[in-house]
């Protein structure tokens, strides 16, 4: 019965966008970009969502459940699946979609290698340098990156201590940009 796969649903499709939501709503918070000056743009925006989606993909990937992996591919694939339909209601042809789609896809997975090596570095400054390559473009690391990589390891904290079972129904809290920057 090759047609019924077509109607299956995926090991996490739902609990995956709901998850994805919360990352894309702490990703919003208009406090990332008034304290820190990450760049309200389309790029900087994306790469906020992206910072939020690794930490939970790292956070599903990393946990012992033998459904982690699972959890973490369907997270994936919502993100991309929200990305392609953001671009198609931008307006970008239907040609051009899967172009983009591409490059946004090499672009996060380059960030998220990048933000796990910088997380298990024994260097304190490797994330501060790896989120000032993609959220700000520079090479310089501004005072605000530091701050935001204390932020981004006090969620993967925060991401940690939260149950397995609860991230596979769906359910996930952040601190929110007011707690994890208020922290410093």
Do not use: C
Request: charged letters at 30%; zero cysteines.
């Amino acid at each position: 019965m090759p047609l019924a796969s077509l109607f299956r649903r995926r090991p996490f499709e739902a609990e995956a966008f709901r998850l994805y939501g919360a990352a894309v709503a702490a990703a919003r918070d208009p406090a990332w970009y008034a304290r820190l000056g990450v760049p309200d743009t389309l790029d900087g925006r994306f790469d906020m969502i992206s910072v939020f989606v690794f930490l939970l993909i790292d956070r599903a990937r990393t946990d012992p459940d033998p459904r982690g992996s699972d959890l973490a591919q369907a997270l994936f694939d919502a993100m991309f699946a929200d990305m392609d339909q953001n671009l198609r209601e931008l307006g970008v042809g239907d040609l051009s979609v899967g172009k983009k789609v591409k490059t946004m896809w090499e672009a996060f997975n380059g960030r998220a290698r990048a933000y796990a090596a910088a997380i298990e570095s024994p260097d304190r400054g490797a994330l501060a340098e790896a989120l000032a390559r993609n959220v700000w473009r520079t090479e310089a690391v501004p005072e605000a990156a530091h701050r935001l990589a204390k932020a981004v390891r006090r969620e993967a904290e925060h991401l940690g201590r939260q149950d397995f079972k609860a991230l596979a129904a769906g359910r996930v809290s952040f601190l929110g940009a007011e707690r994890a920057l208020g922290q410093e």
